[in-house]
Nanobody, 124 residues
């Protein structure tokens, strides 16, 4: 059983930064690819970023590439999402997710475990 707890959300102005953290409780965290998804009001879950189990490969949604950075610390069982140059359209609940595979993926159905989410609000 994988448990995920997000933190670091909040209210920020356009152009500001936030760093989301995800504490992972898993027996084999070193073998789990991780991801971040988000859901804006009235919309479906959207892929944001993913990182392979060893941290050697990453993937980003086009609208966040160059502004967001996903990283992980396998010694601490932590995953991070550094979000810079935030825009109002980034406003959403952000979810930390885990795969049972070590490989990067983008499809939400490929992520078996989800956290409760953390709210990010970007004001214009």
């Amino acid at each position: 059983q994988v448990q995920l707890v997000e933190s670091g959300g909040g209210l920020v102005q356009t152009g500001g930064s936030l760093r989301l953290s995800c504490a992972v409780s898993a027996r084999s965290f070193w073998n789990n690819a991780m991801g971040w998804f988000r859901q804006a009001p009235g919309k479906d879950h959207e892929f944001v970023a993913a990182i392979s189990a060893r941290g050697t490969r990453t993937a980003y949604e086009d609208s966040v590439r160059g502004r967001f950075t996903i990283s992980r610390d396998n010694a601490k069982n932590m995953v991070y999402l550094q979000m810079d140059n935030l825009k109002p359209e980034d406003t959403a609940v952000y979810y930390c997710t885990a795969r049972t595979s070590p490989l990067v993926a983008r499809n939400r159905d490929e992520f078996a475990s989800w956290g409760q989410g953390t709210q990010v609000t970007v004001s214009s």
